[in-house]
């Protein structure tokens, strides 16, 4: 479960302050499927940010399966976020010079799984993305959308029980991007994956439990 109480995010730029999020209280249940909608400026990603446990909230607090994350440390965050955490992004973030097997094993090297187990995993992984066939390209081999399941099954290395999606179909032609959702929402169905993604496309609505909206850093 995912629970954020009171939670206030302030950046601060230069002299200026914006305030990113303003008094966010949200509980999130195990195998929900959430979608946070809201513009551009909205608060989407810091919002995801803070639930991945990337950045502190300025006030306020984020609960990961009931431990109170400003009660951990530094090693303590790491270690939360490297087991029970995966994230996606707009931007896939795969590294260019390795393959798709060799960008999934990454998260799984960290953690220091032994090589062949790591290659079984990754290996099955691409598969469950559709990608069982191209375990060997380079990322400028593989399509956006390939590219992007690349990425899921990445996120799935350490088998988190949370998935963070920011804009995941954001740079994606319709097809590949309804692809990409469908992945999503099956490993909500099948494997009970709690997601939170966020969108500011009202397309993506269906796939949802819940929708929540959120404005000017306030959910309405
Ligand atoms: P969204 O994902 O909905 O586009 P963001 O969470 O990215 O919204 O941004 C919310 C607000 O916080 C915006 O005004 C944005 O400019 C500001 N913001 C986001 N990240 C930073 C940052 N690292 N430093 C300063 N301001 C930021
Ligand atoms: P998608 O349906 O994911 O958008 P595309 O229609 O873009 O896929 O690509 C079709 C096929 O062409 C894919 O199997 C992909 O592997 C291959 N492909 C796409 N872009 C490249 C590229 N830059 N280099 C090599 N192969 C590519």
Same mark, same amino acid.
């Given at each position: 479960? @995912?629970?954020?109480?009171?939670? !206030?995010?302030? !950046?601060?730029? %230069?002299?200026?302050?914006?305030?990113?999020?303003?008094?966010?209280?949200?509980? @999130?249940?195990?195998?929900?499927?959430?979608?946070?909608?809201?513009?551009?400026?909205? %608060?989407?990603?810091? /919002?995801? !940010?803070?639930?991945?446990?990337?950045?502190?909230?300025?006030?306020?607090?984020?609960?990961?399966?009931?431990?109170?994350?400003?009660?951990?440390?530094?090693?303590?965050?790491?270690? /939360?976020?490297?087991?029970?955490?995966?994230? @996606?992004?707009?931007? #896939? #973030?795969?590294?260019?010079?390795?393959?798709?097997?060799?960008?999934?094993?990454?998260?799984?090297?960290?953690?220091? @799984?032994?090589?062949?187990?790591?290659?079984?995993?990754?290996?099955?992984?691409? $598969?469950?993305? %559709?990608?069982?066939?191209?375990?060997?390209?380079?990322?400028?081999?593989? $399509?956006?959308?390939?590219?992007?399941?690349?990425?899921?099954?990445?996120? /799935?290395?350490?088998?988190?029980?949370?998935?963070?999606?920011?804009?995941?179909? %954001?740079?994606?032609?319709?097809?590949?991007?309804?692809?990409?959702?469908?992945?999503?929402?099956? /490993?909500?169905?099948?494997?009970?994956?709690?997601?939170?993604?966020?969108?500011?496309?009202?397309?993506?609505?269906? #796939?949802?439990?819940?929708?929540?909206?959120?404005?000017?850093?306030?959910?309405?």
């Amino acid at each position: 479960m @995912i629970e954020l109480i009171d939670v !206030y995010k302030v !950046y601060k730029v %230069g002299l200026h302050e914006v305030t990113a999020l303003r008094g966010i209280n949200l509980k @999130i249940e195990d195998g929900e499927f959430v979608i946070v909608m809201g513009p551009s400026g909205s %608060g989407k990603s810091t /919002l995801l !940010y803070l639930m991945g446990c990337l950045d502190k909230p300025t006030r306020g607090e984020v609960l990961i399966d009931g431990l109170n994350t400003s009660q951990l440390n530094d090693k303590q965050l790491t270690e /939360l976020r490297r087991d029970k955490i995966g994230f @996606i992004f707009q931007q #896939y #973030y795969l590294i260019p010079t390795l393959t798709a097997l060799e960008n999934v094993e990454l998260p799984m090297v960290f953690k220091g @799984i032994p090589k062949v187990e790591r290659v079984k995993r990754a290996k099955e992984l691409l $598969s469950l993305v %559709g990608l069982g066939d191209k375990l060997n390209r380079k990322p400028n081999e593989l $399509s956006g959308g390939e590219q992007q399941r690349v990425a899921i099954a990445r996120a /799935l290395a350490n088998g988190p029980s949370i998935l963070l999606c920011d804009e995941p179909t %954001g740079n994606l032609d319709t097809k590949s991007g309804r692809v990409v959702m469908d992945i999503i929402k099956r /490993l909500n169905d099948e494997r009970g994956v709690t997601v939170v993604l966020a969108t500011h496309d009202p397309s993506l609505k269906v #796939y949802a439990d819940r929708v929540i909206t959120i404005r000017d850093g306030a959910i309405c």
